[in-house]
């Protein structure tokens, strides 16, 4: 189970970085908290209310004040991933590849990155009908049970997502703190719900994989397009530069409003518009988050 891209890149990533990228995935969420772990993270005067085995009492002798050794505290976290499976996510990707292709990259690549560090991975995904919960185990055989379900359930006929239902079901269900992990279009999750995404990142982390649509108008004329809601669209809409860019302006300020949302609510947003640049995406909006928090 491997995200394409995924070694590659973390290959070229020097140790001490991959860790930073990857503590969102551990519970530390890019901060350096004092703790009993296995990584030194460096000197502190001693405060009250810290471990006093911790103090290094050369260090203290030479400065005068007791001085404390920090380490970073490191600890499994489970993963809930929450999985948009409406019909919207049958479409297709900028990069001609379906929208489901691209989804099944991003959550095979947070399950990797969940299940080589021991972590649990459970999942939320359905539909404005359905709804599928899969309590979070551990194991790479349960992640690829998972991957499963996720590509059986995404469809052309399926029904109208409702991002918002899976999100209210996953904060339920997921008493844990956790990371949860939203894969869906880049038009979700709405603005009307950002008081539940609030709920959310009070009591988890959470990252957004937005999957990118395809432009109708960027089809040549003779290619019969069918919008999944609309069906067949009429043959004057393609290769009308003023309707397309029309188009592109509505997209991108809905778009807009999302992302906007998120970053309100501190949400990492990971953007993807193929299954080759699902890797790369993850590891520079991680690394963007690390430098931001």
Same mark, same amino acid.
């Given at each position: 189970?491997?995200?394409?891209?995924?070694?590659?890149?973390?290959?070229?990533?020097?140790?001490?970085?991959?860790?930073?990228?990857?503590?969102?995935?551990?519970?530390?969420?890019?901060?350096?908290?004092?703790?009993?772990?296995?990584?030194?993270?460096?000197?502190?005067?001693?405060?009250?209310?810290?471990?006093?085995?911790?103090?290094?009492?050369?260090?203290?002798?030479?400065?005068? =004040?007791?001085?404390? %050794?920090?380490?970073?505290?490191?600890?499994?976290?489970?993963?809930?991933l929450v999985v948009d499976t409406g019909r919207s996510m049958g479409? /297709? &990707?900028?990069?001609?590849?379906? %929208?489901?292709?691209?989804?099944?990259?991003?959550?095979?690549?947070?399950?990797?990155?969940?299940?080589?560090?021991?972590? =649990?991975?459970?999942?939320?995904?359905?539909?404005?009908?359905?709804?599928?919960?899969?309590?979070?185990?551990?194991?790479? &055989?349960?992640?690829?049970? /998972?991957?499963?379900?996720?590509?059986?359930?995404?469809?052309?006929?399926?029904?109208?997502?409702?991002?918002?239902?899976?999100?209210?079901?996953?904060?339920?269900?997921?008493?844990?703190?956790?990371?949860?992990?939203?894969?869906?279009?880049?038009t979700q999750p709405p603005p009307s719900a950002e008081n539940l995404v609030k709920?959310?990142?009070?009591?988890?982390?959470?990252?957004?994989?937005?999957?990118?649509?395809?432009?109708?108008?960027?089809?040549?004329?003779?290619? =019969?397009?069918?919008?999944?809601?609309?069906?067949?669209?009429?043959?004057?809409?393609?290769?009308?530069?003023?309707? &397309?860019?029309?188009?592109?302006?509505?997209?991108?300020?809905?778009?807009?409003?999302?992302?906007?949302?998120?970053?309100?609510?501190?949400?990492?947003?990971?953007?993807?518009?193929?299954?080759?640049?699902?890797?790369?995406?993850?590891?520079?909006?991680?690394?963007?988050?690390?430098?931001?928090?």
């Amino acid at each position: 189970m491997r995200s394409p891209g995924l070694e590659a890149i973390a290959s070229r990533v020097e140790l001490p970085v991959l860790r930073r990228l990857l503590s969102v995935m551990d519970g530390r969420h890019g901060s350096t908290r004092a703790g009993r772990g296995m990584e030194f993270l460096d000197m502190a005067e001693y405060k009250v209310g810290d471990d006093v085995t911790n103090i290094d009492w050369l260090a203290s002798a030479r400065t005068g =004040r007791p001085v404390i %050794k920090r380490f970073e505290s490191t600890a499994n976290v489970q993963m809930i991933l929450v999985v948009d499976t409406g019909r919207s996510m049958g479409a /297709l &990707a900028p990069s001609g590849e379906t %929208k489901e292709e691209v989804a099944l990259a991003a959550c095979e690549a947070m399950a990797w990155l969940s299940t080589v560090r021991g972590d =649990r991975v459970g999942l939320v995904a359905g539909d404005s009908q359905r709804l599928r919960h899969l309590p979070a185990r551990s194991g790479k &055989a349960h992640a690829e049970t /998972l991957l499963r379900l996720i590509g059986e359930d995404i469809d052309l006929a399926s029904p109208h997502s409702d991002v918002p239902r899976l999100l209210d079901r996953a904060l339920a269900a997921t008493r844990r703190r956790s990371l949860v992990v939203l894969v869906t279009d880049e038009t979700q999750p709405p603005p009307s719900a950002e008081n539940l995404v609030k709920r959310i990142t009070v009591r988890h982390e959470m990252i957004v994989m937005s999957v990118a649509d395809a432009a109708p108008t960027s089809f040549s004329e003779d290619t =019969r397009v069918i919008d999944v809601d609309a069906g067949p669209l009429p043959d004057f809409i393609l290769g009308d530069a003023e309707l &397309a860019e029309q188009a592109a302006a509505v997209e991108q300020a809905r778009s807009r409003a999302v992302a906007d949302m998120l970053e309100r609510r501190g949400v990492t947003q990971v953007e993807v518009a193929s299954v080759q640049g699902v890797a790369r995406a993850l590891v520079l909006a991680l690394g963007r988050n690390a430098r931001v928090r």
